[in-house]
């Protein structure tokens, strides 16, 4: 048991109308307020967040895996869009009408998609994957990641080759090598830990095409155009998250109209964790609210 996640509640598969298949799970009361989740980088449907949060705060908490990832079909040649579409399809099936949505770390730009086009009706982008290929972050960004993403843009096919290369292991190894104190008391949680570790390898299950799409489109220029969006957004950091924004959202929610940037002390990317109740509860209020 883990104060951080619960095993999910519900797993299941929905098909849709080309055949293909999106696993998901959900938390939470079956008859609760629904919230979708756009998991982070090369998670699956098994992680979810905030132990009892959705069962305290009455949220019918649903992950979707992206397609290739976890339990969904893989859809070669995927973009954002496709995957908006794909969530407009599975909420139409499950007889929602624009759920609101949390979108973390990799997850960011697809649930930002998802707002765009109107599916969702409120978003939380929780320790978001901000859109490094903007000019407005050519000269700050350290050497390493300048590389990979004139690679992803001089040669998709190539940067594909090289994230493919990756691992349920390396993923791992990356995520702790790269986090704070603050942070690794969350995820080598033991009860955390498994179920992290579970979400990698579902998410590797079918290979490592679905995450190496998903890293290319994150590490591009986004085709989203983010000052359409007019539902409610929040975005959460924690101040001592230095993976995945280079100035934690600060220019990313002013390109949102009306978007709400909060930054957490003491913490870095494992706010979504620490704070569940917190996000969760502002996200079902600006859903109820509209603004």
Request: net charge negative.
């Amino acid at each position: 048991m883990s104060d951080y996640v619960a095993a999910p509640a519900r797993l299941g598969e929905t098909e849709l109308s080309d055949g293909r298949q999106l696993g998901w799970a959900e938390w939470g009361p079956a008859d609760g307020v629904p919230v979708l989740l756009s998991p982070g980088a090369a998670t699956s449907r098994w992680l979810g967040l905030g132990g009892k949060a959705p069962e305290s705060l009455g949220v019918r908490l649903v992950s979707v895996d992206r397609p290739g990832l976890g339990a969904s079909t893989p859809n070669p040649g995927r973009t954002f869009s496709d995957f908006a579409e794909d969530i407009r399809r599975f909420v139409e099936l499950q007889g929602w009408e624009r759920p609101a949505m949390v979108g973390n770390s990799q997850g960011t730009p697809f649930a930002l998609a998802c707002a765009e086009s109107g599916v969702i009706g409120a978003l939380a982008v929780v320790s978001g994957a901000d859109e490094v290929a903007a000019p407005e972050f050519a000269e700050t960004l350290p050497p390493g990641l300048a590389g990979l993403i004139e690679r992803v843009r001089d040669d998709p096919d190539g940067a594909r080759a090289l994230f493919e290369g990756f691992s349920a292991d390396a993923m791992w190894d990356m995520v702790m090598a790269a986090s704070p104190e603050s942070d690794l008391a969350v995820y080598q949680e033991p009860g955390f830990a498994a179920a992290y570790r579970r979400a990698l390898d579902e998410a590797f299950a079918q290979g490592t095409a679905g995450y190496a799409t998903d890293t290319v489109l994150a590490m591009g220029r986004w085709p989203i155009d983010l000052s359409a969006i007019t539902v409610p957004v929040d975005l959460w950091y924690g101040e001592q998250d230095s993976s995945h924004s280079p100035d934690l959202g600060a220019t990313l929610a002013s390109r949102i109209p009306g978007a709400r940037r909060h930054v957490v002390a003491d913490i870095g990317g494992g706010v979504l964790w620490t704070h569940t109740e917190e996000i969760l509860g502002t996200l079902l209020e600006r859903q109820v609210s509209g603004r």
